[in-house]
């Protein structure tokens, strides 16, 4: 377990234990002291990490850090993917060109300015049929960074056009998750149910996103929350870190939160509790200035 004094400083710390227990992603890891080029057995790959959650808003700080340390991930959210502007959007197009006859969709789309005037044959390569109507209504190159994953997806979840649509409909958050993929995974705690990494790093272990009870009007189901927590504890296979902050903005506010009440119940033996303190790297001698003195 790990308190540090903010998010961000907290970000920096996974950030920097990833890279570390890797073993180093870039000469500067080395050249920082950061990693020293050997990983842990245990964590050979990017995708045996995992970043968990309690809520997406606070991922941002996470994937500063990450990005800032050259850490390659993917974002897996509560909100399924394909419910999400503008892949949502795409999507009823894609449906529009399947059925042009479906009169709802034609005036749904048609309140969003959107008009779509492209027909695609139902038993199509599903993948081309995506990068048609992205191409075709939204104007957009297949490879734009906003729909590549769109387009990725269509060619493994159907083989048709009309395979992949229904498939997209009955998608979930972890639908979306490609294990294959040498990237770590940052994610909701909802959204990491069934799944199992050798490392997880589960943020925000606070009395307010853990239990989750930020606004008056709602009320914490603790056991719920409880439950939770065990979910994303359980995700683990080898190595756990249970994070926290004294200081974190959410929603655009600065948050000052105690420790998680749930911590108190796990055993102190079985944990090693340190206060994250990153200390400033001495200055170099100048060994030249010292022979003049």
Same mark, same amino acid.
């Given at each position: 377990?790990?308190?540090?004094?903010?998010?961000?400083?907290?970000?920096?710390?996974?950030?920097?234990?990833?890279?570390? @227990?890797?073993?180093?992603?870039?000469? !500067?890891? @080395?050249?920082?002291?950061?990693?020293?080029?050997?990983?842990?057995?245990?964590?050979?790959?990017?995708?045996?990490?995992?970043?968990?959650?309690?809520?997406?808003?606070? @991922?941002?700080?996470?994937?500063?850090?990450?990005?800032?340390?050259?850490?390659?991930?993917?974002?897996?959210?509560?909100?399924?993917?394909?419910?999400?502007?503008?892949?949502?959007?795409?999507?009823?197009?894609?449906?529009?060109?399947?059925?042009?006859?479906?009169?709802?969709?034609?005036?749904?789309?048609?309140?969003?300015?959107?008009?779509?005037?492209?027909?695609?044959?139902?038993?199509?390569?599903?993948?081309?049929?995506?990068?048609?109507?992205?191409?075709?209504?939204?104007?957009?190159?297949?490879?734009?960074?906003?729909?590549?994953?769109?387009?990725?997806?269509?060619?493994?979840?159907?083989?048709?056009?009309?395979?992949?649509?229904?498939?997209?409909?009955?998608?979930?958050?972890?639908?979306?998750?490609?294990?294959?993929?040498?990237?770590?995974?940052?994610?909701?705690?909802?959204?990491?149910?069934?799944?199992?990494?050798?490392?997880?790093?589960?943020?925000?272990?606070?009395?307010?996103?853990?239990?989750?009870?930020?606004?008056?009007?709602?009320?914490?189901?603790?056991?719920?929350?409880?439950?939770?927590?065990?979910?994303? @504890?359980?995700?683990?296979?080898?190595?756990?870190?249970?994070?926290?902050?004294?200081?974190?903005?959410?929603?655009?506010?600065?948050?000052?939160?105690?420790?998680?009440?749930?911590?108190?119940?796990?055993?102190?033996?079985?944990?090693?509790?340190?206060?994250?303190? !990153?200390?400033?790297?001495?200055?170099?001698?100048?060994?030249?200035?010292?022979?003049?003195?």
């Amino acid at each position: 377990m790990v308190q540090h004094p903010t998010d961000k400083v907290e970000a920096e710390f996974v950030a920097r234990t990833i890279e570390r @227990m890797i073993g180093g992603l870039r000469f !500067f890891s @080395m050249d920082s002291q950061i990693a020293d080029g050997d990983g842990h057995d245990t964590t050979r790959s990017l995708s045996d990490f995992a970043i968990l959650c309690r809520t997406t808003a606070q @991922m941002p700080a996470i994937e500063k850090a990450l990005q800032d340390h050259g850490v390659p991930y993917q974002r897996v959210g509560q909100e399924p993917f394909f419910r999400q502007e503008p892949i949502r959007s795409v999507m009823a197009c894609l449906r529009l060109a399947l059925s042009p006859a479906n009169r709802f969709l034609q005036e749904k789309l048609a309140s969003q300015a959107v008009k779509a005037t492209v027909k695609i044959d139902p038993a199509s390569p599903a993948r081309d049929a995506v990068a048609e109507v992205i191409e075709t209504l939204f104007h957009k190159d297949r490879h734009d960074p906003v729909f590549k994953e769109l387009i990725d997806l269509a060619a493994g979840l159907g083989s048709s056009a009309q395979a992949f649509v229904r498939s997209a409909e009955l998608a979930g958050p972890v639908d979306t998750y490609k294990t294959q993929l040498e990237k770590v995974a940052l994610m909701t705690l909802h959204a990491s149910k069934g799944l199992e990494f050798a490392c997880v790093f589960v943020v925000g272990c606070e009395d307010g996103l853990l239990p989750y009870r930020l606004f008056e009007d709602r009320k914490a189901d603790l056991d719920e929350e409880r439950r939770l927590l065990y979910v994303g @504890m359980t995700r683990a296979r080898n190595w756990l870190y249970l994070t926290w902050a004294k200081s974190r903005v959410l929603y655009g506010k600065t948050l000052h939160l105690d420790k998680s009440p749930f911590l108190e119940a796990i055993e102190q033996e079985l944990v090693e509790q340190t206060k994250a303190e !990153f200390k400033r790297r001495p200055k170099a001698v100048d060994n030249q200035r010292l022979l003049f003195e």
